[in-house]
Protein backbone atom coordinates (compact mmCIF):
# COMPACT_ATOMS: atom_id res chain seq x y z
CA UNK A 1 0.00 0.00 0.00
CA UNK A 2 1.96 3.21 -0.83
CA UNK A 3 -0.31 5.71 -0.82
CA UNK A 4 -1.49 6.48 2.52
CA UNK A 5 -4.85 8.11 1.43
CA UNK A 6 -6.32 4.61 0.11
CA UNK A 7 -7.33 3.56 3.62
CA UNK A 8 -9.67 5.78 5.62
CA UNK A 9 -7.76 6.27 8.69
CA UNK A 10 -9.87 8.87 10.00
CA UNK A 11 -12.93 6.09 9.76
CA UNK A 12 -10.95 4.13 12.47
CA UNK A 13 -9.68 7.40 14.59
CA UNK A 14 -13.43 8.32 14.83
CA UNK A 15 -13.89 4.88 16.85
CA UNK A 16 -10.91 4.61 18.71
CA UNK A 17 -9.74 8.59 19.57
CA UNK A 18 -11.52 9.83 22.71
CA UNK A 19 -14.23 12.59 21.71
CA UNK A 20 -15.18 15.71 23.28
CA UNK A 21 -17.37 14.21 25.60
CA UNK A 22 -15.62 11.29 27.02
CA UNK A 23 -12.77 13.52 27.44
CA UNK A 24 -14.52 16.01 29.87
CA UNK A 25 -15.39 13.33 31.95
CA UNK A 26 -12.08 11.64 31.69
CA UNK A 27 -10.88 15.16 32.67
CA UNK A 28 -13.12 15.63 35.64
CA UNK A 29 -12.35 12.64 37.37
CA UNK A 30 -8.89 13.26 37.24
CA UNK A 31 -9.44 16.65 38.44
CA UNK A 32 -11.44 15.47 41.21
CA UNK A 33 -9.74 12.51 41.99
CA UNK A 34 -6.34 14.62 42.09
CA UNK A 35 -7.84 17.09 44.07
CA UNK A 36 -8.84 15.13 46.83
CA UNK A 37 -5.73 13.04 47.11
CA UNK A 38 -3.23 16.33 47.37
CA UNK A 39 -5.24 17.12 50.58
CA UNK A 40 -3.31 14.35 52.28
CA UNK A 41 -0.53 13.02 50.61
CA UNK A 42 1.93 15.54 51.97
CA UNK A 43 4.93 15.14 51.52
CA UNK A 44 4.04 13.88 48.38
CA UNK A 45 2.27 15.20 45.27
CA UNK A 46 0.67 13.42 42.87
CA UNK A 47 0.15 13.40 38.92
CA UNK A 48 -1.45 11.83 35.92
CA UNK A 49 0.30 9.24 34.25
CA UNK A 50 0.51 7.20 31.48
CA UNK A 51 -1.43 7.57 28.72
CA UNK A 52 -3.50 9.98 30.03
CA UNK A 53 -1.05 11.86 30.82
CA UNK A 54 0.44 11.66 26.95
CA UNK A 55 -2.98 11.98 25.66
CA UNK A 56 -2.32 8.41 23.49
CA UNK A 57 -5.42 6.90 25.20
CA UNK A 58 -7.99 5.17 23.35
CA UNK A 59 -11.64 5.66 23.79
CA UNK A 60 -13.45 3.30 26.07
CA UNK A 61 -10.68 2.88 28.18
CA UNK A 62 -11.78 3.11 31.89
CA UNK A 63 -7.75 2.69 33.17
CA UNK A 64 -6.05 6.32 34.99
CA UNK A 65 -2.71 6.02 36.44
CA UNK A 66 -2.25 8.15 38.98
CA UNK A 67 1.65 8.24 39.86
CA UNK A 68 2.13 9.93 43.83
CA UNK A 69 5.84 11.03 43.62
CA UNK A 70 7.81 11.41 46.95
CA UNK A 71 10.50 13.23 47.70
CA UNK A 72 13.63 11.16 46.33
CA UNK A 73 16.48 12.38 49.19
CA UNK A 74 14.13 11.89 51.89
CA UNK A 75 13.06 8.46 50.59
CA UNK A 76 15.76 6.77 48.18
CA UNK A 77 17.01 4.37 50.85
CA UNK A 78 13.69 3.60 51.65
CA UNK A 79 12.11 2.74 48.56
CA UNK A 80 10.67 -0.29 49.58
CA UNK A 81 8.42 1.67 52.20
CA UNK A 82 6.75 3.72 49.74
CA UNK A 83 3.52 1.58 49.42
CA UNK A 84 3.12 1.33 52.67
CA UNK A 85 3.44 5.05 53.63
CA UNK A 86 0.77 5.43 51.05
CA UNK A 87 -1.76 2.64 51.79
CA UNK A 88 -3.46 5.00 55.12
CA UNK A 89 -3.27 7.78 52.64
CA UNK A 90 -5.30 6.68 50.18
CA UNK A 91 -7.66 5.04 53.17
CA UNK A 92 -8.32 8.20 54.78
CA UNK A 93 -8.59 10.01 51.58
CA UNK A 94 -11.22 7.75 50.35
CA UNK A 95 -12.72 5.66 52.90
CA UNK A 96 -16.07 4.36 51.55
CA UNK A 97 -13.78 3.38 48.67
CA UNK A 98 -12.45 -0.63 48.50
CA UNK A 99 -8.83 -0.26 47.65
CA UNK A 100 -7.37 -3.11 46.07
CA UNK A 101 -3.43 -3.78 46.18
CA UNK A 102 -2.03 -5.05 43.37
CA UNK A 103 1.72 -6.96 43.20
CA UNK A 104 4.12 -5.32 41.10
CA UNK A 105 7.77 -4.43 41.54
CA UNK A 106 6.22 -2.31 43.77
CA UNK A 107 3.19 -2.84 45.37
CA UNK A 108 0.13 -0.11 44.14
CA UNK A 109 -3.28 0.22 44.29
CA UNK A 110 -6.91 0.23 42.68
CA UNK A 111 -9.78 2.83 43.22
CA UNK A 112 -13.04 2.57 41.50
CA UNK A 113 -14.12 6.85 41.59
CA UNK A 114 -16.80 8.09 39.07
CA UNK A 115 -16.77 5.32 36.34
CA UNK A 116 -13.36 4.97 35.66
CA UNK A 117 -10.33 2.83 37.42
CA UNK A 118 -7.54 4.52 38.99
CA UNK A 119 -4.28 2.96 39.52
CA UNK A 120 -2.11 4.72 41.88
CA UNK A 121 1.67 3.79 41.54
CA UNK A 122 4.01 5.41 44.38
CA UNK A 123 7.49 6.78 43.13
CA UNK A 124 9.94 8.85 43.53
CA UNK A 125 10.48 11.83 42.20
CA UNK A 126 13.48 11.59 40.09
CA UNK A 127 14.89 14.15 37.80
CA UNK A 128 16.87 11.97 35.63
CA UNK A 129 16.87 8.39 34.93
CA UNK A 130 20.41 7.37 36.45
CA UNK A 131 18.29 8.07 39.87
CA UNK A 132 15.81 5.06 39.40
CA UNK A 133 15.50 2.81 42.16
CA UNK A 134 12.39 1.02 40.79
CA UNK A 135 11.68 0.77 37.27
CA UNK A 136 8.41 2.96 37.80
CA UNK A 137 10.25 5.92 39.19
CA UNK A 138 11.10 6.87 35.18
CA UNK A 139 7.51 6.85 34.50
CA UNK A 140 7.09 10.66 34.48
CA UNK A 141 10.18 11.07 32.17
CA UNK A 142 8.53 9.15 29.74
CA UNK A 143 5.05 11.06 29.39
CA UNK A 144 7.72 14.45 29.07
CA UNK A 145 9.75 12.53 26.45
CA UNK A 146 6.39 11.37 24.38
CA UNK A 147 4.91 14.67 24.77
CA UNK A 148 8.17 16.57 23.28
CA UNK A 149 8.78 14.18 20.39
CA UNK A 150 5.05 12.96 19.62
CA UNK A 151 3.66 16.10 19.74
CA UNK A 152 2.05 15.78 16.24
CA UNK A 153 1.93 11.94 16.43
CA UNK A 154 -0.81 11.40 19.04
CA UNK A 155 -3.19 9.91 16.26
CA UNK A 156 -0.90 7.56 15.00
CA UNK A 157 -0.15 6.23 18.32
CA UNK A 158 -3.40 5.44 18.69
CA UNK A 159 -3.42 3.20 15.45
CA UNK A 160 -0.46 1.24 16.19
CA UNK A 161 -2.08 0.86 20.01
CA UNK A 162 -5.90 -0.32 18.19
CA UNK A 163 -4.25 -2.12 15.37
CA UNK A 164 -1.98 -4.34 18.00
CA UNK A 165 -5.12 -4.49 20.55
CA UNK A 166 -7.50 -6.13 18.12
CA UNK A 167 -4.68 -8.38 17.14
CA UNK A 168 -4.13 -9.72 20.91
CA UNK A 169 -0.53 -8.49 21.25
CA UNK A 170 -0.97 -5.09 22.82
CA UNK A 171 0.61 -5.53 26.72
CA UNK A 172 3.41 -6.28 28.50
CA UNK A 173 2.10 -8.56 30.51
CA UNK A 174 3.47 -12.04 30.88
CA UNK A 175 0.42 -13.49 29.42
CA UNK A 176 0.35 -11.36 26.33
CA UNK A 177 4.13 -10.05 26.10
CA UNK A 178 3.15 -8.19 22.85
CA UNK A 179 4.36 -3.93 22.51
CA UNK A 180 3.90 -2.07 25.36
CA UNK A 181 1.87 1.57 24.46
CA UNK A 182 5.28 3.45 25.46
CA UNK A 183 7.19 0.80 22.99
CA UNK A 184 4.46 2.15 20.37
CA UNK A 185 4.81 5.55 21.06
CA UNK A 186 9.08 5.39 20.79
CA UNK A 187 8.61 3.35 17.33
CA UNK A 188 5.61 5.96 15.74
CA UNK A 189 8.42 9.14 17.02
CA UNK A 190 11.25 6.60 15.05
CA UNK A 191 9.49 5.82 12.06
CA UNK A 192 7.44 8.62 11.57
CA UNK A 193 3.95 7.17 11.68
CA UNK A 194 1.74 4.21 11.67
CA UNK A 195 2.24 3.12 8.13
CA UNK A 196 5.96 4.03 7.98
CA UNK A 197 6.30 1.21 10.98
CA UNK A 198 4.15 -1.16 9.53
CA UNK A 199 6.56 -1.22 6.31
CA UNK A 200 9.83 -1.03 8.39
CA UNK A 201 8.64 -3.97 10.14
CA UNK A 202 9.42 -6.02 7.14
CA UNK A 203 12.65 -5.48 7.13
CA UNK A 204 13.72 -6.00 10.66
CA UNK A 205 16.26 -8.78 10.86
CA UNK A 206 17.10 -10.56 14.07
CA UNK A 207 17.60 -8.73 16.68
CA UNK A 208 16.92 -5.34 15.24
CA UNK A 209 18.07 -2.00 17.27
CA UNK A 210 15.80 1.32 17.61
CA UNK A 211 18.28 3.40 19.47
CA UNK A 212 15.69 7.05 18.55
CA UNK A 213 18.02 8.45 20.96
CA UNK A 214 21.34 7.59 19.65
CA UNK A 215 22.51 6.74 22.16
CA UNK A 216 24.97 3.93 20.42
CA UNK A 217 26.75 4.04 17.51
CA UNK A 218 24.97 1.86 15.24
CA UNK A 219 24.49 -1.51 16.42
CA UNK A 220 26.91 -0.97 19.90
CA UNK A 221 23.58 -0.82 22.02
CA UNK A 222 24.01 -5.20 22.13
CA UNK A 223 27.73 -4.98 23.41
CA UNK A 224 26.53 -2.21 25.76
CA UNK A 225 23.32 -3.94 26.98
CA UNK A 226 22.96 -5.63 29.90
CA UNK A 227 22.76 -9.61 28.60
CA UNK A 228 19.49 -10.54 30.37
CA UNK A 229 18.01 -7.20 28.65
CA UNK A 230 19.11 -8.67 24.71
CA UNK A 231 16.24 -11.98 24.93
CA UNK A 232 13.54 -10.27 23.03
CA UNK A 233 13.83 -10.54 19.57
CA UNK A 234 13.53 -6.45 19.07
CA UNK A 235 15.68 -4.27 20.88
CA UNK A 236 14.05 -1.02 21.38
CA UNK A 237 16.64 1.29 23.44
CA UNK A 238 14.60 3.35 26.14
CA UNK A 239 15.08 7.48 25.23
CA UNK A 240 15.46 8.85 28.53
CA UNK A 241 17.17 5.57 29.96
CA UNK A 242 19.90 4.00 27.59
CA UNK A 243 20.43 1.24 29.98
CA UNK A 244 17.15 0.00 29.28
CA UNK A 245 15.63 -2.22 26.52
CA UNK A 246 12.17 -1.04 26.55
CA UNK A 247 10.46 -3.78 24.78
CA UNK A 248 12.33 -6.67 26.92
CA UNK A 249 8.72 -8.40 27.59
CA UNK A 250 8.03 -8.95 23.88
CA UNK A 251 8.25 -12.58 22.34
CA UNK A 252 9.21 -14.26 19.56
CA UNK A 253 5.42 -15.39 18.38
CA UNK A 254 3.89 -11.38 19.33
CA UNK A 255 6.76 -10.04 17.12
CA UNK A 256 6.65 -12.47 14.26
CA UNK A 257 2.36 -11.74 14.57
CA UNK A 258 3.35 -8.84 13.91
CA UNK A 259 4.96 -8.37 11.15
CA UNK A 260 2.54 -10.80 9.49
CA UNK A 261 -0.40 -9.12 9.76
CA UNK A 262 1.97 -5.63 8.90
CA UNK A 263 2.27 -7.52 5.70
CA UNK A 264 -1.12 -8.40 4.95
CA UNK A 265 -2.48 -5.00 5.97
CA UNK A 266 0.18 -3.19 3.44
CA UNK A 267 -1.39 -6.04 0.85
CA UNK A 268 -4.82 -5.53 1.19
CA UNK A 269 -5.76 -2.86 3.98
CA UNK A 270 -9.18 -3.48 5.82
CA UNK A 271 -10.71 -1.89 8.82
CA UNK A 272 -11.00 -5.57 10.16
CA UNK A 273 -7.67 -5.25 11.38
CA UNK A 274 -8.93 -2.61 14.31
CA UNK A 275 -11.72 -4.75 14.87
CA UNK A 276 -11.18 -6.91 18.10
CA UNK A 277 -13.47 -10.19 17.54
CA UNK A 278 -13.67 -12.50 19.48
CA UNK A 279 -13.05 -16.29 18.56
CA UNK A 280 -15.52 -17.61 17.40
CA UNK A 281 -15.93 -21.39 17.02
CA UNK A 282 -18.18 -22.06 14.50
CA UNK A 283 -16.04 -20.11 12.15
CA UNK A 284 -12.96 -22.18 13.47
CA UNK A 285 -14.85 -24.91 12.57
CA UNK A 286 -15.52 -23.79 8.70
CA UNK A 287 -11.58 -22.80 8.87
CA UNK A 288 -10.29 -26.25 10.30
CA UNK A 289 -12.35 -27.88 7.99
CA UNK A 290 -11.02 -26.23 4.61
CA UNK A 291 -7.60 -26.95 6.04
CA UNK A 292 -8.16 -30.53 6.38
CA UNK A 293 -7.57 -30.04 10.37
CA UNK A 294 -9.78 -30.95 13.40
CA UNK A 295 -10.93 -28.27 15.98
CA UNK A 296 -10.19 -28.75 19.74
CA UNK A 297 -12.31 -25.79 20.98
CA UNK A 298 -12.04 -25.26 25.00
CA UNK A 299 -13.89 -22.82 27.29
CA UNK A 300 -12.29 -22.39 30.32
CA UNK A 301 -13.98 -21.08 33.97
CA UNK A 302 -10.92 -18.63 34.86
CA UNK A 303 -9.60 -18.87 39.30
CA UNK A 304 -10.60 -15.59 40.68
CA UNK A 305 -7.69 -13.44 41.94
CA UNK A 306 -5.77 -10.20 40.53
CA UNK A 307 -5.92 -9.71 36.90
CA UNK A 308 -2.12 -10.69 35.81
CA UNK A 309 -1.86 -13.48 38.08
CA UNK A 310 -4.64 -15.16 36.59
CA UNK A 311 -3.84 -14.06 33.38
CA UNK A 312 -0.36 -16.04 34.12
CA UNK A 313 -2.07 -18.70 34.90
CA UNK A 314 -4.18 -19.31 32.05
CA UNK A 315 -1.68 -18.62 29.24
CA UNK A 316 0.54 -21.34 31.17
CA UNK A 317 -2.03 -23.98 31.32
CA UNK A 318 -2.45 -22.78 27.39
CA UNK A 319 1.14 -23.63 26.40
CA UNK A 320 0.59 -26.71 28.72
CA UNK A 321 -2.08 -27.82 26.74
CA UNK A 322 -0.11 -26.66 23.29
CA UNK A 323 3.09 -28.72 24.38
CA UNK A 324 0.96 -31.91 25.36
CA UNK A 325 -0.30 -31.91 22.13
CA UNK A 326 2.55 -32.14 19.73
CA UNK A 327 1.92 -35.74 19.26
CA UNK A 328 -1.55 -34.99 17.98
CA UNK A 329 0.14 -32.42 15.38
CA UNK A 330 -0.85 -28.93 16.01
CA UNK A 331 -0.63 -26.46 12.66
CA UNK A 332 -2.44 -23.37 14.70
CA UNK A 333 -3.29 -22.41 17.96
CA UNK A 334 -4.73 -19.41 19.87
CA UNK A 335 -6.45 -18.20 23.49
CA UNK A 336 -8.63 -15.32 24.75
CA UNK A 337 -9.89 -13.97 28.29
CA UNK A 338 -12.64 -12.05 27.83
CA UNK A 339 -12.70 -10.55 31.31
CA UNK A 340 -16.25 -9.24 31.83
CA UNK A 341 -17.68 -12.72 30.89
CA UNK A 342 -15.61 -14.42 33.33
CA UNK A 343 -14.51 -17.32 30.34
CA UNK A 344 -11.57 -18.01 28.51
CA UNK A 345 -11.31 -19.88 25.02
CA UNK A 346 -8.20 -22.32 23.67
CA UNK A 347 -8.41 -23.54 20.36
CA UNK A 348 -6.31 -25.93 18.67
CA UNK A 349 -6.02 -27.36 14.83
CA UNK A 350 -4.76 -30.97 15.06
CA UNK A 351 -4.26 -33.27 12.27
CA UNK A 352 -4.21 -36.09 14.06
CA UNK A 353 -7.67 -37.59 16.05
CA UNK A 354 -5.60 -40.86 17.16
CA UNK A 355 -1.71 -40.48 17.63
CA UNK A 356 0.49 -43.48 17.36
CA UNK A 357 0.13 -46.32 20.21
CA UNK A 358 3.19 -46.30 20.99
CA UNK A 359 6.58 -43.70 21.97
CA UNK A 360 10.38 -43.74 22.01
CA UNK A 361 11.58 -42.77 25.16
CA UNK A 362 15.10 -41.54 25.13
CA UNK A 363 17.44 -42.62 27.59
CA UNK A 364 20.86 -41.83 28.85
CA UNK A 365 23.89 -42.42 26.86
CA UNK A 366 25.98 -45.86 27.62
CA UNK A 367 29.03 -44.07 28.81
CA UNK A 368 27.43 -43.11 32.16
CA UNK A 369 26.95 -46.79 33.48
CA UNK A 370 25.03 -45.95 36.85
CA UNK A 371 21.48 -44.12 34.55
CA UNK A 372 22.21 -46.69 31.79
CA UNK A 373 20.96 -49.59 34.27
CA UNK A 374 19.00 -47.81 36.03
CA UNK A 375 17.00 -47.11 32.58
CA UNK A 376 17.37 -50.72 31.95
CA UNK A 377 15.77 -52.08 34.89
CA UNK A 378 13.30 -49.58 34.28
CA UNK A 379 12.48 -50.67 30.83
CA UNK A 380 13.83 -54.39 30.20
CA UNK A 381 13.15 -54.14 26.71
CA UNK A 382 15.21 -51.41 25.88
CA UNK A 383 17.77 -51.12 22.64
CA UNK A 384 20.64 -49.23 21.52
CA UNK A 385 20.44 -46.37 19.17
CA UNK A 386 24.14 -43.91 18.23
CA UNK A 387 25.48 -44.68 21.54
CA UNK A 388 22.00 -44.28 23.93
CA UNK A 389 19.61 -46.04 25.16
CA UNK A 390 16.10 -45.93 24.17
CA UNK A 391 12.86 -47.78 24.54
CA UNK A 392 9.76 -48.74 22.93
CA UNK A 393 6.48 -47.98 25.23
CA UNK A 394 2.88 -48.07 24.98
CA UNK A 395 0.94 -44.77 24.65
CA UNK A 396 -1.63 -44.49 27.32
CA UNK A 397 -4.20 -43.02 25.56
CA UNK A 398 -3.36 -42.48 21.79
CA UNK A 399 -7.09 -41.03 20.95
CA UNK A 400 -7.59 -37.41 21.56
CA UNK A 401 -10.71 -36.90 23.44
CA UNK A 402 -8.92 -40.15 25.93
CA UNK A 403 -5.65 -37.98 26.11
CA UNK A 404 -7.92 -34.61 26.65
CA UNK A 405 -9.78 -35.84 29.19
CA UNK A 406 -6.34 -37.14 30.96
CA UNK A 407 -4.50 -33.82 30.44
CA UNK A 408 -7.37 -31.48 31.93
CA UNK A 409 -6.84 -33.54 35.23
CA UNK A 410 -3.98 -33.04 35.41
CA UNK A 411 -2.59 -31.46 38.42
CA UNK A 412 -0.60 -28.73 36.85
CA UNK A 413 -4.17 -27.52 34.88
CA UNK A 414 -6.64 -27.97 37.88
CA UNK A 415 -3.94 -25.74 40.33
CA UNK A 416 -4.56 -22.99 37.60
CA UNK A 417 -7.94 -23.02 36.44
CA UNK A 418 -11.44 -23.42 38.29
CA UNK A 419 -13.19 -25.54 35.68
CA UNK A 420 -13.79 -26.16 32.00
CA UNK A 421 -17.30 -25.42 30.74
CA UNK A 422 -17.15 -26.82 27.36
CA UNK A 423 -14.79 -29.44 25.18
CA UNK A 424 -15.32 -30.00 21.39
CA UNK A 425 -13.57 -31.89 19.09
CA UNK A 426 -14.71 -31.93 15.88
Not at 155 to 178: M, N, T
Not at 213 to 235: E, G, R, T, V
Not at 300 to 317: N, Y
Request: with cysteine; net charge positive.
Amino acid sequence: MKDKNKFPYSEVLKKIKPQKEERKKFEAATASFLSKLHKNISPGKAILGGSGAKDTWLSGNPDIDIFVLFPYEKYKLKSEQLSTLLKPLLTKTFPSQKIAVLHGSRDYFQISFQGFTFEIVPILNIKKAEQTVNITDVSPLHAQWVNTKAKNMKDEVRLAKQFCKAQKIYGAESHIQGFSGYVLEILIVFYGSFQKLLAASQKWKEKEVIDVAKHYPKQDALFNLNKSKQQSPLIVIDPVDKKRNAAAALSFNSLQKFCLLAKEFLNKPLASYFELTPLDQKKLQQEARKQNRHLLFLVIKPIQGKEDVVGVKLWKVFTFLQEKLKPYVVTKADWEWNIKADEACFFFFVSLLRRLSWEIRQGPPLNIPTAAENFKRKHPGAFVKKGRLMAKLKVKNPLLKDFMAEALNDAYVQERIKKVRLIKIG
